[in-house]
């Protein structure tokens, strides 16, 4: 029988139980949580996620945005001074600005199976690192911020991206006030929330749809 290559043999993470005990490992998509590939992808998408945050309001005043400077300072001729038009020349104090910045838009998209595969590298050099914890339940007895960091604290987890599905609000309510730990609805997963978090927690419910919706592109 051919052997497995290390992106078909399925990856095994930790499943921790409501209780936040270790309770057995499960197995997921190497495509998504084993992938390997170019790390040049991550860079670029972080510089797209980066840039499209920019808000791009920067801007200077040309000379014929000023107001004032209609009227010709003295006659051409005649004065021994040099020649001007107006007051609001960039030559001047007040003047307008040359080649200032001016609002723009400095949003772009790479390709979405790049993005894709850039996802998966990110989501695999975390299941590599093992700093991605699958519990069973985010469950809490009450939406307060202290279980939730007891939670978490009882996980070992210092710095963790805290992905929620369908009917984890409660945990979100409760953990949002946390400093050192980030909430995020697993259909809003992107690179550089992955990269800039020392963890990953997640139900193993929101990990099987992330591999579902991640498991398209193998290539």
């Known amino acids: ?10 990856v095994k993470l930790p499943v921790y139980s409501a209780a936040q005990e270790r309770t057995g490992e499960a197995e997921f998509a190497a495509a998504v949580f084993g992938r390997d590939g170019d790390k040049g992808l ?6 797209m996620q980066l840039a499209n945050r920019r808000a791009g309001t920067a801007a200077t005043k040309t000379r014929g945005l000023i107001s004032g400077g209609g009227r010709k300072p003295w006659r051409q001729k005649g004065t021994g001074r040099a020649r001007a038009g107006s007051t609001r020349s960039p030559l001047w104090r007040h003047g ?6 001016q ?5 772009y998209q ?5 993005w894709r595969r850039a996802l ?3 989501l695999s050099a975390r299941a590599r690192e093992g700093k991605v914890f699958v519990v069973q339940s985010l469950a809490l007895a009450e939406p307060k911020t202290r279980l939730a960091r007891a939670a978490l604290d ?5 710095h963790a991206l805290v992905l929620i599905g369908e009917g984890d609000e409660q945990f979100k309510r409760a953990a949002r006030n ?9 259909e809003a997963l992107n690179v550089y929330d992955v990269l800039n978090y020392d963890e990953l927690v997640m139900t193993e419910a929101t990990a099987r749809a992330i591999e579902k919706r991640l498991s398209g592109d193998h290539r």
């Open 103 to 107: 609002p723009r838009d400095y949003s």
């Open 154 to 158: 009882k996980l070992g987890v210092k």
């Open 42 to 47: 991550l860079h670029a998408a972080v510089r």
């Open 110 to 114: 790479i390709p979405k199976k790049a």
């Open 178 to 186: 946390l400093a050192n730990h980030k909430v995020l609805a697993a």
């Open 1 to 10: 029988m051919p052997e497995q290559s290390a992106e078909t043999t399925p």
């Open 120 to 122: 998966c590298l990110a």
């Open 96 to 101: 307008g600005t040359i080649f200032g910045p």
